[in-house]
């Protein structure tokens, strides 16, 4: 890759927000100092867009965020969506089915293209204040619209163990699934879609290839895309399997380790 990344490419939670859900002020001016040298910074999550209000705040409504692990691309200086990549409504219902036949003790969710959360009364959210208004409700009426996102939630299972199962039931021409927490959640997207297939596309826009991205990240949705950037960078609390495959390891998110790349990469002479 060139010796100056010309995308910088990160995902949030774990990764650029600390464990108190907030991103330092160093960090900040880490990802302002590279956008001022020219870089292109894309945040890529598996957060909805319903959860970004924020950070377009503290990233001062500038440029593009990947969310729902590929599924929407959501514009921060607008705060709206610019494309989708949604599940279908037959797709989703027989993943349900399968994965419920195979897997007995699981809990349903959906975000929808339209931005709304609603579960099934089996499925039990870890941010209540987040998610006030959910729609809770059957799964007939949850599926009745096309998907950003499909969540299982298995309260017995780590999402490791529930992810090896799950793969074991889907295969990768019906639905991408990977997960992002430790505590036994299960995400799905639309087969093909992924944090990298979608990064793809808007750093192709961009007139830019792999070989000039530098990616950061933490959890296994974002293996394909630190498998696919030029110069891959995981922080050190990161998942044994992103650990393993990276080019780099820098300091934790608590640590700034994010900021630690872009300053030695961009710092002024």
Known sequence: ??????????????????????????????????????????????????????????????????????????????????????????????????????????????????????????????????????????????????LAKLLARHEGLDSDELLRRARAVVDEATATMTHSSRDGLLEISAA?????TTLAEVVQRNGHSAADVVAFGDMPNDLPMLAWAGHSVAVANAHPEVLAIVDEVTASNDDDGVAVVLERLYVSD
């Open 1 to 146: 890759m060139k010796l100056v990344p010309l995308v910088v490419a990160t995902d949030l939670d774990g990764t650029i927000v600390r464990s108190d859900g907030t991103i330092s002020t160093r960090t900040r001016d880490a990802l302002v100092m590279a956008a001022e040298a020219g870089a292109t910074v894309v945040i890529v999550t598996g957060r909805p867009p319903r959860w970004m209000h924020q950070i377009a705040e503290q990233t001062g409504h500038h440029g593009l965020a990947v969310c729902a692990n590929g599924a929407l691309v959501y514009d921060l200086r607008t705060e709206t969506i610019v494309e989708s990549h949604p599940l279908g409504v037959d797709v989703a219902r027989e993943l349900v089915a399968s994965l419920r036949a195979a897997i007995p003790g699981l809990g349903f969710a959906v975000e929808t293209v339209e931005l709304e959360f609603g579960h099934e009364p089996a499925y039990r959210p870890r941010w209540p204040t987040v998610d006030a208004g959910a729609v809770v409700a059957d799964l007939e009426t949850l599926l009745s619209r096309p």
């Open 192 to 196: 093909g879609i992924s944090k990298a």
